[in-house]
């Protein structure tokens, strides 16, 4: 299979995205509740960037990026201000989302290296995210690490990690 790695820009892109997030967060994980349009709106969309992969037409997986505070990490840990005690500036992974299909394949890895390049090469220094708690082994071989103990999110448990960016090149 072929995927095109990029930013997300037109309107449809945005309208899969919502109904990814939907299937994947609503649905599966159940950290939302379902909506009638089966579209999940992420409340930082407007201050985001969204990074998918696209195969055959379709967007198959996405992730965003949000450098924006508040950060929904910071609602997941007992003392918020252990984020002043990293590297700045700080840039939020959210919504790492895969159509069911088309995991266990290489479109993971071609998410997070586009979107890890493009946050090294905007300056960023460390890498905020909420993983989910069940794939934390998976997060920590990425290199991010626990900040904090797991929290409930709905019927999800996420946990705060971190992960420190290389300089840019």
């Given amino acids: 299979m072929q995927y095109l790695f990029k930013v997300a820009e037109t309107p449809d ?7 990814l997030n939907h299937r994947v967060f ?6 939302h509740e379902p909506t009638a349009d089966g579209r999940l709106i992420d409340s930082r969309e407007a201050v985001s960037r969204f990074f998918i992969a696209v195969c055959e037409g379709r967007v198959a997986g996405m992730v965003c990026t949000c450098a924006q505070r508040p950060f929904s990490v910071e609602k997941r840990l007992a003392d918020p201000s252990i984020l002043d005690t990293l590297a700045g500036p700080l840039l939020e992974a959210r919504l790492l989302a895969i159509e069911p299909a088309y995991r266990k394949r290489m479109l993971f890895l071609g998410l997070l290296e586009l979107m890890v390049a493009t946050a090294i090469s905007d300056g ?5 995210i909420s993983g989910i708690t069940t794939r934390q082994a998976m997060y920590q071989r990425m290199g991010f690490q626990p900040l904090g103990p797991p929290t409930v999110s709905g019927a999800a448990e996420f946990t705060p990690m971190a992960m420190a960016l290389p300089l840019p090149r």
């Fill in 124 to 128: 960023f220094a460390t890498l905020l």
């Fill in 26 to 31: 609503a649905e599966e994980v159940r950290q």
């Fill in 13 to 19: 892109e945005y309208d899969q995205i919502r109904r």
